[in-house]
């Protein structure tokens, strides 16, 4: 803000909100430049501070939420690598702070200091290794409320959105339906949960130091010294834990109040995941052995698929502690007669859409498993083969989101004749997620499996989709395509009857044409659209809500799979 015309770059460490973006941009009244962290890492050291050298002008270090002002000591000590003279802090309420040469020293010592203290929490880790012991003895009481602390040790900054949040919701909502004393720790609320969920706010990391991912492993140990002050005033029945990247929270208490059971969620290795479809972990070995420990201690383990359940087995653990059920909704949230028709035109007239348009969309954090830069080709190839297409059926799109492919999409999208048809929309809460989806008419999940991996998701978009009874076009993979049954197939759309009794159209996964065709046929069909949705909602709400989901993975009998 010292000089109007001088270019105005954001060094931010995690994807923003389109509503805090558009804020920012009121301030500075010029377009504002982004440069990603979580992208620009993948350069090496090197690139990364020739890309820091690169940024001149005004330097913004904008921090969406309050938690994130821990990540303030680190980008401060990187503005130190650029060429700005000026360098300005925005914080969550987009209040504006100068920054001066002094106050970035002081961070610089923040820093190195978090830094020191990273690698000592890194030796304490293989040091408490040992110490942590298998506990595998399961009770639950049928008791009037068992209590339950549900640990959610996951270090996320930036807008809370994502099939995560839903499901911690939903789990933790269905157990006080079924007469759970739920008490949740986390860092911050979870905004979709019921009033009747205690909250335990877990004190976050006050700066952050290197190596970036020994931040959790410091983490790990904050949590477990708080939840430790908190058990010995406060009995539960057993601790239910959501397995995050780092963290064997539960396994220490457990082996530190000796009888307390532990439950684990397994939604995947996230060391895996970043062994495979990523550059992989600095402590890779490390982080496989506290997500084996954690899944040792555990006396039972929820997951949601079955290659999951043979994951977990093959990591020295008894396929009689696993309970597989897949993911699920809310039925009061995702319900498509929650919007009135003026709620949804206005909607559409903030992305100008005309009101009686068909819309597309798709809803995700945009990993590469999701298949969603598969998508833009498939409306990229369409619009080549028939442009017209797109102004006679007047059709749109949506990307809703934000993630490691977006960049992706965004440049095919821009650079073909479609842009004007297609919105992006940043990331959004995923308590307004339902009404997105109401105003939508073609709902798209064009998952697909890097590499020769079998897909091991239950992704809860899919039973989101279904929920707010909307036409469906998926690929036929795994549980997808399990859930999504009976369904039309792509392939073999000529002479379908109306009289069938289907859910979904399902694709050949990664196929470009595939999605071209059955998109092409919905749309000339409104008709199926109706039925598929109608279909699709009646099949979730009989067997795939939250309630049904913890009834089953909860049960003092549960074994097996769904």
Not at 4 to 23: G, M
Not at 40 to 51: E, Y
Not at 129 to 150: A, C, E, G, Y
Not at 236 to 253: E, P
Request: charged share 20%; glycine share 6%; proline share 4%.
């Amino acid at each position: 803000m010292d000089d109007k015309n001088s270019p105005v770059t954001a060094l931010i460490a995690y994807p923003l909100s389109e509503r805090f973006c558009s804020k920012i941009a009121k301030i500075f009244q010029i377009k504002v430049e982004y440069v990603n962290l979580q992208q620009i890492k993948a350069n090496g050291l090197w690139g990364i501070l020739k890309q820091l050298r690169q940024i001149k002008g005004q330097l913004i270090l904008p921090l969406e939420d309050p938690t994130s002002v821990a990540l303030l000591p680190l980008l401060q000590f990187l503005s130190l690598f650029t060429a700005s003279k000026s360098v300005l802090f925005i914080n969550h309420d987009c209040v504006v702070y100068k920054l001066s040469q002094k106050h970035h020293w002081v961070a610089a010592l923040k820093f190195i200091w978090a830094s020191v203290a990273n690698h000592a929490c890194l030796l304490k880790t293989y040091l408490t290794l040992p110490t942590v012991r298998q506990n595998s003895t399961f009770k639950l009481d049928h008791k009037n409320s068992p209590k339950v602390l549900f640990i959610n040790a996951n270090l996320w900054f930036g807008i809370k959105a994502g099939g995560s949040v839903g499901h911690i919701a939903g789990v933790c909502n269905a157990m006080v339906k079924q007469g759970y004393d739920v008490t949740y720790a986390a860092v911050e609320p979870n905004l979709c949960l019921d009033k009747k969920v205690k909250f335990l706010l877990l004190k976050p990391l006050k700066m952050y130091g290197l190596p970036y991912e020994a931040n959790l492993y410091r983490f790990n140990f904050m949590v477990t010294r708080q939840l430790e002050a908190w058990l010995t005033k406060n009995k539960v029945d057993f601790i239910y834990q959501r397995l995050s990247l780092a963290n064997m929270s539960g396994a220490q208490l457990v082996h530190r109040f000796k009888l307390l059971p532990l439950v684990v969620e397994y939604n995947g290795s996230e060391a895996w995941i970043a062994k495979n479809w990523g550059k992989g972990l600095k402590f890779q070995k490390l982080a496989e052995k506290v997500e084996q420990k954690m899944l040792q201690a555990a006396c039972r383990i929820v997951t949601v698929s079955k290659p999951l359940a043979e994951q977990i087995t093959c990591n020295n653990v008894n396929r009689d502690r696993v309970v597989v059920y897949p993911n699920g909704i809310d039925p009061e949230l995702f319900n498509p007669s929650s919007y009135t028709s003026s709620q949804l035109i206005e909607l559409r007239q903030r992305y100008d859409i005309p009101e009686h348009a068909t819309i597309g969309m798709f809803v995700g954090t945009y990993g590469v498993w999701h298949g969603v830069s598969r998508l833009a080709e498939a409306l990229v190839k369409l619009s080549k083969n028939d442009l017209e297409w797109f102004k006679k059926n007047q059709f749109y799109f949506f990307f809703v989101g934000d993630g490691f492919e977006l960049p992706i999409v965004k440049q095919l999208i821009h650079h073909s004749e479609i842009s004007s048809y297609c919105r992006f929309t940043g990331l959004i809460p995923q308590f307004e997620a339902a009404i997105y989806l109401a105003v939508a008419d073609i709902l798209f999940s064009p998952h697909q499996v890097p590499g020769d991996t079998r897909f091991f998701g239950s992704p809860t978009k899919i039973f989101e989709y279904m929920a707010m009874g909307k036409a469906i076009i998926a690929s036929d993979l795994e549980q997808i395509g399990e859930v999504l049954r009976p369904a039309l197939l792509a392939k073999n759309l000529t002479n379908v009857d109306l009289e069938q009794q289907v859910n979904s159209i399902l694709c050949q996964p990664g196929s470009i044409d595939d999605m071209i065709i059955a998109l092409t046929w919905l749309v000339a069909n409104p008709a199926w659209q109706t039925k598929l949705g109608v279909a699709a909602r009646q099949k979730v709400l009989n067997n795939y809500t939250w309630s049904h989901h913890v009834k089953h993975i909860l049960e003092p009998t549960s074994t097996g799979e769904e």
